[in-house]
């Protein structure tokens, strides 16, 4: 039993870690998609490429909160774009 205790509280604490790595992931993915659907102008684009790219880098240091943060702005920024046409 105290196994199995064990067991679950180090699944609850390796969660969060997973979970970062996915948002991070399922992010890049989003700004991918989402690039090839919006209609930007030139310095627009050049800003969310910017942050895909320094997203990207984090993302092989290891750095997931790096990440997850410069995905969310370049997914902000595009909504932002989508939602003034």
């Not at 684009?45 to 995905?71: N, P, V």
């Amino acid at each position: 039993m105290k196994r199995l205790g064990l067991f679950i509280v180090a699944f609850v604490i390796a969660s969060p870690l997973f979970a970062a790595e996915d948002l991070c992931a399922v992010n890049l993915q989003k700004i991918s998609d989402l690039k090839q659907t919006a209609v930007m102008g030139q310095p627009q684009l050049g800003q969310i490429q910017q942050d895909r790219m320094e997203a990207e880098k984090a993302q092989k240091a290891g750095d997931k909160e790096k990440c997850i943060a410069l995905t969310n702005r370049a997914l902000k920024k595009i909504k932002d774009i989508q939602s003034r046409n």
